[in-house]
């Protein structure tokens, strides 16, 4: 667990503080290192965000993904960590700040032998997913079925959820080989877009099959316990993974795949983003109109277990790809209508070149580091000011 303060430009923890000095001796182990690809948007210049060891713990067994959720009122509001661990279990923690250590909240455990069904976990189960509102999580666990955890925010709960339960995707929505899910905002329940391939397939069925994944938008209630499909999706890309949640004022979600970037949104598709010469070959007859040819010259091959996506605006989200670019696409249309996705390369050696020279763009407002970098370190310089070290 790490804490991020301010400190004074040029100085260290053992100088004298100032008024307006911020520096935590206290950091244990006195392991402390400072964050120069983070940009201070305040008018104080003469700070510099620096981040500190607060506690390192020991857990038992094998974490799958963490994410942060709302804790309860009497809590004071601070967030927890829901932890998945192998092979279907959760567990959620707090920080006690008495006691400066973490505080084990609750344990879920799924690993019953009527859930399994003579199918084991595979490398993406176990992911974990909150809705935006914090109303709830979800848990993806053997195949095709998703374990609930409603989580509680008023003044009266003792604890921060209710007891969870397991849906049964396949038999309650008819909802096959899920790949990804996420939660979508602007809905009175919570809603979950879930991709999946009804039908298995491999590259070698290409002839006959091309367009085999769906996108399926189902409703939880979390009172009665039970599934509603509101609206779906086919005959999306055979090579789409992943899933990310477009915020308002357009909506959907974005599938990423490996070798095209999809917008799909109230049942339909917009945009169909090709990144390379050979996309076309995973999308069917019937979505060549929303193909958008205008990224295919960067020649991009995604992995989507390698790579990450996240909305950094209303119309603009940061790709990292596995080879250490960083893309800006932008959500170009009419309102909710997404006609074409460019790409802006903004970090990383100019795929094409080949010198593999840095690019001349950059973008102010975040800071990208290679990620072969283990280590960062600003050194002072009276001649020629700050510098970077890796």
């Known amino acids: 667990l790490y804490k991020i303060d301010l400190v004074l430009k040029g100085t260290t923890g053992n100088e004298a503080a100032g008024d307006d000095y911020q520096y935590n001796q206290n950091s244990v182990g006195g ?7 983070i940009q201070e948007r305040s008018a104080d210049t003469t700070k510099r965000p620096q981040m500190h060891l607060v506690g ?55 690993e019953h032998e009527q859930l399994q069904h003579k199918i084991r976990n595979d490398e993406v189960s176990c992911a974990l997913r909150a809705d935006t509102e914090g ?10 079925k998703l374990a609930i955890l409603p989580l509680t925010t008023g003044n009266d709960e003792a604890k921060p959820y209710t007891d969870s339960y397991v849906v049964d995707m396949r038999g309650e929505a008819g909802v096959r080989g899920v790949r990804d ?46 599934v509603s499909t509101l609206n779906s999706v086919s005959r999306l890309p055979y090579d789409s993974r992943t899933l990310v949640a477009v915020p308002d004022p357009i909506g959907g979600v974005l599938v990423v795949g490996a ?16 990144l390379n010469k050979v996309a076309a070959r995973g999308i069917g007859v019937a979505m060549v109109d929303s193909i958008d040819d205008s990224n295919v010259s960067l020649g991009l ?34 309102g909710r209508l997404v006609r074409r996705i460019v ?4 970090a990383g050696s100019e795929p094409s070149a080949e010198t593999h020279a840095p690019v001349a763009d950059t973008w102010e407002d975040v800071g990208v580091a290679p990620s072969c970098v283990a280590e960062l370190r600003v050194s002072y310089d009276d001649d020629s000011g700050v510098s970077l070290d890796s």
Request: with cysteine; proline share 3%.
């Open 31 to 37: 392991e402390e290192f400072d964050l120069p690809m």
């Open 56 to 110: 390192r713990w020991s857990l038992h067994g094998k974490i799958m993904d963490m994410i942060a959720v709302r804790g309860s009122k009497q809590q004071g509001g601070v967030e927890n960590l829901l932890l998945s661990f192998a092979e279907a279990k959760m567990a959620l923690v707090s920080f006690d700040q008495g006691t400066q250590s973490i505080v084990t909240e609750s344990i879920h455990y799924y």
């Open 135 to 144: 109303r709830c999580v979800a848990m993806r666990i053997y195949d095709d």
């Open 181 to 226: 899910c996420v939660f979508l905002a602007g809905y009175l329940e919570p809603t979950l877009a879930i991709l999946h391939e009804p039908v298995a397939m491999w590259p070698g069925m290409l002839d006959t099959t091309v367009d085999s994944l769906v996108v399926t938008v189902v409703s939880l209630d979390l009172v009665r316990r039970s």
């Open 259 to 274: 070798s095209s970037i999809t917008h799909v949104a109230n049942g339909t598709v917009s945009c169909i983003s090709v």
């Open 301 to 334: 091959v995604l992995d989507p277990h390698a790579c990450a996506c996240a909305f950094v605006g209303p119309r603009t989200a940061a790709l990292w790809t596995q080879q250490g670019y960083c893309f800006l696409l932008t959500m170009d249309g009419d």
């Open 343 to 346: 790409a802006k390369q903004v």
